[in-house]
C-alpha cells in the first residue's frame, strides 16, 4: 500500500510538472505582477469569511454550508440601516459605521438564536443531520432577504473607501480611482483598503481566539466536549458563542464584498470559493484559512493572465483543481492535523 501511494504521488508530481510547463509557456507575462497583487488583495476578503466557517467547524465539528447566506444577510443589513430602501423610504439612513455596527449586533443575535432554536434541539443527532440542517437554513436565510429586502441587486451601497474619503491612503494616484507603481500596477483604492481591514480583523480574531478565555474555551470545546465539561466549560454556551462570532465575521466580510461589487443574492456564492480556500490551508487550521484564501485569490487571477481562452476563462474552477492535487499529495492540508482513528 505504502508504495502504491509513494507511485500516486511520484504520478501526480509529474503531470503537474507537464501543466505548469505548459502554462508557462502560455501565459502573459505583461499581466502577471498585476495580476498577483490583485489575486492576493482579493483572497484577503476570501479568508476573512473562511475563518468563520473553521471557527464553528473547531468548536462543534459541525461544517456551515450557510455561512454565504449568512455574508450575503449582514451586507443586506448594513445596507438597509444606511437608509437603503426599496420604495426609496429612508427608515434608519444611519451614518456607514453605525449601520455596520447595527448590522453587526442583529448578527450576533441571529448568531445565537441560530445555535439555541436549530442547533442545540439537535444535540446527539447524527452529523449528516446536522449539516443537512445548515443546507436548508441557507436557504431559509435567503428566503427571508428576498422577503424584506427584494431580488433586486442594489447598487447604492455606501462607498467607505471612495477616492474623496478622508481616509484615503497617501500614495501616488492616477486619475481618481487607483495608484499605480512602475508605470504599470494598479491598485484600486477600495480593493487595498478593503484587504488592510480584513487582514486586521482576522489577526485580531485569531489573536483572540488564541490567548483570551473564550478562545480558550473554545479550543478546549474543539478537541473533545466530553473533557471540557469535566473542567467546568459550559459547552453549549461555547457553541453560542462560535455561531454569533461566525455570524458577526460573516457580516465584515458582506461589508467588504458589498464595497467592491454592490449588494445582491448572489454574495451567498462566495461560500463556494471559500470552500477550497479552508482544505487548502487545513479545515481546523486558522492560519491555514487565511493564507488558503490568499492563494485562491492568488490562483483565479494568475490564471487570467493566459493566453488560451480556454485557460482564461476556468478561473473558477481553478482553486478546486489545485485542491485535488494538494488532497492527493497532503490530505489533511498545507496545516491540518493528522488524525488517526482507532475503529
Not at 191 to 208: N, Q
Not at 266 to 275: D, E, K, Q, R
Not at 282 to 291: D, F, P, R
Request: with cysteine.
Amino acid at each position: 500500500m505504502k508504495s502504491q501511494s509513494t507511485l500516486t504521488r511520484a504520478v501526480v508530481i509529474a503531470v503537474c510538472a507537464g501543466i505548469a510547463y505548459w502554462l508557462y509557456t502560455t501565459t502573459n507575462w505583461v499581466l502577471v505582477i498585476q495580476q498577483t497583487v490583485t489575486g492576493v488583495l482579493n483572497g484577503g476578503t476570501i479568508a476573512l469569511i473562511a475563518l468563520g466557517i473553521v471557527l464553528i467547524y473547531k468548536s462543534s465539528e459541525v461544517f456551515n454550508f450557510a455561512q454565504g447566506h449568512m455574508v450575503m444577510l449582514g451586507a443586506f443589513l448594513t445596507w438597509w440601516f444606511a437608509g437603503g430602501d426599496e420604495t426609496g423610504a429612508e427608515i434608519f439612513n444611519l451614518p456607514l459605521w453605525a449601520a455596520v455596527i447595527m448590522a453587526l449586533i442583529t448578527a450576533v443575535l441571529i448568531g445565537f438564536l441560530i445555535e439555541r432554536l436549530m442547533l442545540r434541539p439537535m444535540t446527539g443527532q447524527p452529523l449528516l443531520s446536522i449539516i443537512l440542517m445548515t443546507l436548508g437554513l441557507s436557504q431559509l436565510i435567503e428566503g427571508l432577504t428576498s422577503i424584506m429586502f427584494g431580488i433586486q441587486p442594489k447598487s447604492n451601497f455606501p462607498a467607505p473607501f471612495s477616492p474623496s474619503d478622508s481616509f484615503n491612503i497617501p500614495i501616488p494616484k492616477i486619475g481618481e480611482t487607483s495608484i499605480v507603481f512602475f508605470d504599470r500596477l494598479q491598485i484600486g483604492h477600495s480593493r487595498l483598503a478593503t484587504f488592510v481591514v480584513a487582514m486586521l480583523v482576522a489577526g485580531i480574531f485569531i489573536w483572540v481566539f488564541k490567548n483570551t478565555r473564550a478562545g480558550l474555551s473554545m479550543r478546549a470545546a474543539s478537541e473533545n466536549h466530553e473533557v471540557a465539561r469535566s473542567v467546568g466549560i459550559r459547552v453549549s454556551r461555547v457553541f453560542g458563542l462560535s455561531w454569533a462570532i461566525s455570524g458577526l465575521v460573516a457580516t465584515l466580510g458582506g461589508v467588504l464584498l458589498a464595497t467592491l461589487t454592490g449588494v445582491s443574492l448572489s454574495l451567498s456564492t462566495v461560500v463556494l470559493i471559500t470552500f477550497p480556500a479552508i482544505l487548502l490551508g487545513g479545515l481546523e487550521s486558522l492560519g491555514g484559512a487565511v493564507l488558503g484564501g490568499i492563494i485562491v485569490g492568488l490562483v483565479q487571477a494568475l490564471v487570467q493572465t493566459n493566453t488560451l481562452p480556454i485557460v482564461r476563462n476556468s478561473s473558477e474552477i481553478a482553486p478546486y483543481v489545485l485542491l485535488l492535487i494538494v488532497l492527493v499529495l497532503r490530505p489533511e492540508g498545507l496545516f491540518g492535523q493528522k488524525r488517526i482513528e482507532r475503529v
